[in-house]
C-alpha cells in the first residue's frame, strides 16, 4: 500500500529565509506526487507535481520541490517566505496502478512563517 | 478561474438521519471524488467516479454512502444513516481526463456534524 510520511507537525522559518517542509513517499513503481496547501477554512489548493522529468519542479507562488527517487523524497521549498505562506501543507501520492486514481496523504505540516 | 464548489458549508445532523452533501465540479473535468477529513487527521479517500459509475472506493466507502451525478452539473454523497464517527470535512474534488496525471482541484469542503 501506498504511504506518505511528513515527519514534522510544524516549522517555523522567519520572513524572507528558505523554508522545506519535508515529505517522504512509499510506493510501488513511479509515483506522481503532489503538494496541496490549506489556508484556513479553505478548500486544498495546488501548488504543484511531480510526474516525471525534471527532479525539480516549480509551481505556484514561488514554491518548488526536489523529486529524490534513491530517498524516496519530495520536499518543498521556497527561497524567501513570506508571512502570507503560513499555512497547512500536505503532501500526497498516487501510485502507479491503473485505474486507481486516488490521493493518500500525509498528516499535513504546518508552516508558520514570523514576521 | 474555475473552481469546485460545495454545499453546504456546514451540515448538522441528528445520527442515525440521512444526509447529502453537493459539489458542482468544474465544469469540463470528467473524473470526481470525494475525501474525508476527521478533525486532526489525514485527509483519506473515500470514493472516485467516472462516467457515471464509481471506480474506485475505500474501506470507508461502506454500504451506508452512495455516490450519484443526477444531472450534468452536480455531484453528490449520501450518507444514508449517519453516525457520531461521520462527522468530519468532506472534500469534493475534480480532474481532468488521464486522471493519474491531472491534478485534482478541491472544493472549499462541507462540516459534517452528527449529534
Known amino acids: 500500500a501506498q504511504s506518505v510520511a511528513q515527519p514534522e507537525d510544524q516549522v517555523k522559518v522567519a520572513e524572507g529565509n528558505p523554508l522545506t517542509v519535508k515529505c517522504t513517499y512509499s510506493v510501488s513503481g513511479n509515483p506522481y506526487l503532489f503538494w496541496y496547501v490549506q489556508y484556513p477554512n479553505r478548500g486544498l489548493q495546488f501548488l504543484l507535481k511531480?510526474?516525471?522529468?525534471?527532479?525539480l519542479v516549480k509551481g505556484s507562488y514561488g514554491f518548488e520541490a526536489e523529486f529524490n527517487k534513491s530517498q524516496t523524497s519530495f520536499h518543498l521549498k521556497k527561497p524567501s517566505a513570506l508571512v502570507s505562506d503560513s499555512a497547512l501543507y500536505f503532501c500526497a501520492v498516487r501510485g502507479p496502478r491503473a485505474g486507481s486514481y486516488q490521493l493518500t496523504f500525509g498528516k499535513g505540516t504546518k508552516l508558520s512563517v514570523i514576521p | 478561474e474555475p473552481e469546485v464548489t460545495q454545499t453546504p458549508s456546514h451540515q448538522v445532523t441528528q445520527m442515525g438521519q440521512e444526509v447529502i452533501l453537493r459539489c458542482v465540479p468544474i465544469?469540463?473535468?470528467?473524473?470526481f471524488y470525494w475525501y474525508r477529513q476527521i478533525l486532526g487527521q489525514k485527509v483519506e479517500f473515500l470514493v472516485s467516479f467516472y462516467n457515471n459509475e464509481i471506480s474506485e472506493k475505500s474501506e470507508i466507502f461502506d454500504d451506508q454512502f452512495s455516490v450519484e451525478r443526477p444531472d450534468g452539473s452536480n455531484f453528490t454523497l449520501k450518507i444514508r444513516s449517519t453516525k457520531l464517527e461521520d462527522s468530519a470535512m468532506y472534500f469534493c474534488?475534480?480532474?481532468?481526463?488521464?486522471?493519474?496525471?491531472?491534478?485534482?482541484?478541491f472544493g472549499p469542503g462541507t462540516r459534517l456534524t452528527v449529534l
Open positions: 465544469s469540463n473535468h470528467l473524473y
Open positions: 474534488a475534480s480532474s481532468e481526463g488521464l486522471a493519474g496525471a491531472r491534478e485534482q482541484f
Open positions: 511531480y510526474i516525471t522529468g525534471d527532479n
